[in-house]
């Protein structure tokens, strides 16, 4: 967008809450037209868009909160054509200067917009990467509760009656699931020992029906199938990285801006006589930080050419955090090519 077409139209800024949205619209010089709340629905959106084309054509929205609050609005907008940008929260700085109240915040959105400092295109959120973010939410939740129960059994069989526990003892996840469902508690007999085979059996079959689940899960997520190709990829990684991504990846416009996404692009320090330094990056996707953390931890155990970089660079004098954020760095340039583009 070059600065001839912002001067054509309007600029609008959003401060998104659950039921009420506050927009604000500024002229081409960044005068106020105005402000205005509206409900988070589909008419509210319309109403919304409305009265931005009032003020003329409108030319982008800046918008706090699209992965959020602002998701409905920004589908809408981008469907009618309207070029949505991400906005951060104001800072504290410019709060404590100029206040805080829904229709500032709206405004300085628009300015933000307006500025060129929300430049980042939102996510789509409207295709099958999003349909992948809806599983993962459950798998994660699936798989803590799997984690929490298998630590309940083997809390149990800590405490549990000798007989139980010289049975069980020393068995695999697998094979301690396998077992423990299959214990029958009697109707008579010792009562610790017929509660305890019941919470065993009860815990077990939950952590069966939580593996199919699991299962199920996994096989939905096919949207995935070009980065699980990659070595030391797998399902939880791959959905990890795709949803960082969004449904819309061009927007990201080079591997050093996927890179910086997941918090991997280092950071210039430098001042003086200490110029050329850098640092970690610490802001960024984390879900999508930890996935390249794990993807580097299984090369370096498993892949031969990683194993034998990072045994020469230790070599070399370097640390092992220095050793990860290097190949972390060279995962993301490796996975940017292969991030799915429809």
Known sequence: MTIVEDARGVTGGVDTHLDVHVVA?????????????FPTTPKGY????????????????????????????SKFLAQ????????NRPNREERRRSGKSDPLDAIEAARSALG????????????PVEAVRALLVAKRSARTARTS???????????????????????????????????????????????????????????????????????????CSDLLGRFGVGPDTAAALVVCAGDNPERLHSAAAWARLCGVAPIPTGSGQTSGRVRLHRGGDRQANAALWRIAMVRIAHHPETTAYYHRK?????????????LKRYIAREVYRYLPRS
């Open 116 to 127: 060129g400092k929300a430049k980042s295109i939102a996510k789509s959120k409207d295709g």
């Open 314 to 326: 230790l070599k070399d004098g370097r640390s092992k955090k220095d050793i990860v954020r290097l």
């Open 25 to 37: 619209a500024l002229d081409p010089v960044g005068a106020l037209l105005g402000t205005a709340a």
């Open 149 to 223: 129960a298998l630590i309940q059994m083997r809390e149990l069989l800590v405490t549990g009656p000798d007989q139980l526990r010289s049975r069980l003892r020393g068995l695999r996840i697998s094979a301690l699931v396998a077992e423990a469902a299959r214990l029958r508690p009697a109707r008579s007999g010792d009562s610790v020992v017929i509660a305890t085979k019941a919470a065993l059996s009860s815990l077990a079959h939950r952590v069966q029906e939580l593996d199919g689940e699991l299962a199920e899960l996994d096989s939905l997520m096919r949207h």
């Open 80 to 87: 009618a054509g309207i070029r949505v940008v991400e906005v």
């Open 46 to 73: 319309e109403a919304l868009l409305g009265w931005l084309e009032s003020f003329g054509p409108v030319v982008k929205v800046g918008i706090e909160g699209t992965g959020s609050y602002g998701v409905g609005l």
